[in-house]
Nanobody
């Protein structure tokens, strides 16, 4: 079975940094991978994604200039470097993978999701 496991979340103060990791098992390949986040009572929000074929990266408006996505295509592994964290970044961060040529900026076009890692930013 396909498994995606996130790690690296925690409790930090505003202005701090965190680096999230997503490792996979049972995933032979992916066309793109990315990160989304969610909080109770709110819709899932796209955070960042990377297209393996050309290396292009995409970010949600709220994190541009602060977050950076990177990864290893061969290992189907991605990372999310999070700098200048703000209280509004508090959320459960989930890692996803897509195996079809779809729009990676939409959370509905990922074939697999992990269970998430919690990030809490205090002021």
């Amino acid at each position: 079975q396909v498994r995606l496991v996130e790690s690296g979340g925690g409790l930090v103060q505003a202005g701090d940094s965190l680096r999230l990791s997503c490792t996979t098992s049972g995933l032979t390949y992916s066309i793109y991978m990315g990160w989304s986040r969610q909080t109770p009572g709110k819709e899932r929000e796209f955070v960042a994604g990377i297209i393996w074929g050309n290396g292009l990266t995409y970010y949600g408006d709220s994190v541009k200039g602060r977050f950076t996505i990177s990864g290893d295509k061969a290992e189907n592994t991605v990372f999310l470097q999070m700098n200048s964290l703000e209280p509004e970044d508090t959320a459960l961060y989930l890692c996803g993978a897509g195996q079809r040529p779809k729009n990676l900026r939409s959370v509905e076009f990922y074939d697999y999701w992990g269970r998430g890692t919690q990030v809490t930013v205090s002021s």
